[in-house]
């Protein structure tokens, strides 16, 4: 099976292991994961007001270049796929919106929300099958109690994203179960990790990060996974004590799949 | 701009009718920013409805929202709160010489962990 894939700014430099055991795991998978040609950064945060255009552009090139390709796109990063996912709706659903962005890009076709975008975690549900994952297990996390950080931009807004229930999610619970892990479940676990405000403002991201570590470590998990280059990074720089190690859910899944090296 | 403008120019880009508010309080009984905010996602929105925009446009409270979604998920008139303060802080950093932060100020609080998505998100939210 061949899948468009964006992999974003961040894949790129800092969170290259996102991105690698992410690639390895999907071809141990039967899974081909294209790239999309000149693919530009989606911005980070989805651009909310009804008024911004440019800032939606890079996003709409992806998506069109998966139509092109006539194949669903892949995005791994939980920033792109919350931004991906949102400029698509407003493609399909606001006429003012997708008028403005195709008049501007004059593509060869234009394009209306036509592509399926959904998540590394959704096409190891949807595409693979977390029973198929379980069978190809060589190296399982038996023992290990490991909670899902699904932080803020993997489930919200539920409506538009339509990954799981939003308030009471279970696929990445469902992943740590098929790799053989022991899912723990915690309050906190899809709660704001305090993101860019870390840059302006280290004590509140240190507040934020560390009360859903004290949360996870209350709860007994022994280690959490994310799929968020920035959750990763206030996770592990704002401890505020509480000793619970972090790491991408790829990075599991590549070492339980015995392909990472 | 006129007060009037500002008030029309905020709820037309966010999309929000204020009016559908019952003022329950749900999203600021969820906001996880609630303690650092001078104004609460609830008081945005009645504060907006009413016209009451200026304490709005010079408070902090409006950096303090990460647009987390928390409360749009929870509102159960779907009042969509997140979206409001993200228009107050629009109607603020896209005048002259309003950026919340500055190219200059980015060398010193960068460290080598530091992943980009923190910079291109902060930039969209603070600058314009």
């Known amino acids: ?32 994961l294209e790239e999309i040609p000149d693919w530009q950064c989606c911005g980070g945060v989805y651009p909310i007001a ?25 995005t791994l990063c939980s920033a792109c796929h919350n931004v991906l996912k949102q400029v698509n709706n407003d493609m399909k659903t ?21 592509t399926n975008v959904i998540h590394y975690l959704e096409m190891l549900r949807d595409k693979v099958g977390f029973d198929k994952i379980k069978e190809l297990v060589k190296n399982p996390f038996t023992g290990k109690k490991i909670g899902a950080y699904y932080g803020c931009l993997l489930l919200r807004p ?18 740590i179960r098929a790799i053989g892990g022991t899912p723990v479940i915690y309050p906190m676990r899809n709660e704001c990790c305090g993101g860019y405000v870390t840059l302006e403002d280290k004590a509140l991201a240190n507040k934020r990060s560390g009360k859903v570590l004290e949360n996870a470590k209350d709860m007994g998990a022994d280690m959490l996974i994310t799929a968020c280059p920035l959750c990763l990074y206030n996770l592990n720089k704002n401890t505020d004590g509480y000793d619970v190690p972090v790491y991408y859910f790829t990075e599991l899944l590549a070492e339980a799949l015995g392909v990472k090296d | 701009m006129q007060k009037q403008d500002k008030q029309e120019l905020i709820l037309r880009i966010s999309g929000v009718n204020a009016r559908k508010c019952m003022r329950c309080g749900k999203c600021s009984a969820t906001c996880p920013a609630y303690d650092e905010m001078e104004y609460h996602p609830h008081q945005f929105v009645y504060m ?17 929202c990460l647009t987390c979604f928390a409360c749009v998920e929870r509102c159960p008139r779907d009042v969509q709160p997140a979206k409001l303060i993200e228009a107050v802080r629009l109607a603020v950093i896209r005048e002259q010489d309003k950026n919340h932060m500055k190219k200059g100020d980015l060398p010193e609080l960068l460290d080598e962990d530091l992943p980009q998505q923190a910079i291109v998100s902060a930039f969209r939210k603070y600058t314009k």
Do not use: W
């Not at chain 1, 961040?10 to 969170?15: C, E």
């Not at chain 1, 009804?50 to 006539?70: C, F, H, N, P, Q």
């Not at chain 1, 006429?95 to 036509?114: D, P, V, W």
């Open chain 1, 1 to 32: 099976m061949i899948l468009s894939y964006y992999p974003g700014c961040t894949l790129k430099t800092k969170a290259k292991d996102l991105d690698r055991y992410g690639r390895k795991s999907a071809e141990a998978l039967g899974i081909t």
């Open chain 1, 50 to 74: 009804k008024d911004e255009i440019a800032t939606k552009l890079s996003s709409v090139r992806a998506l069109a270049a998966a139509k092109a390709a006539g194949q669903d796109l892949v």
């Open chain 1, 94 to 114: 606001d006429e003012e919106i997708a008028g403005k962005a195709n008049r501007y890009l004059g593509l060869s076709e234009e394009y209306h929300g036509e």
């Open chain 1, 158 to 175: 539920g409506k538009v994203l339509k990954m799981d229930n939003p308030e009471n999610p279970k696929i990445m619970e469902d992943f």
């Open chain 2, 48 to 64: 907006v409805e009413s016209g009451n925009i200026e304490p709005l446009l010079s408070s902090d409270s409006i950096y303090k």
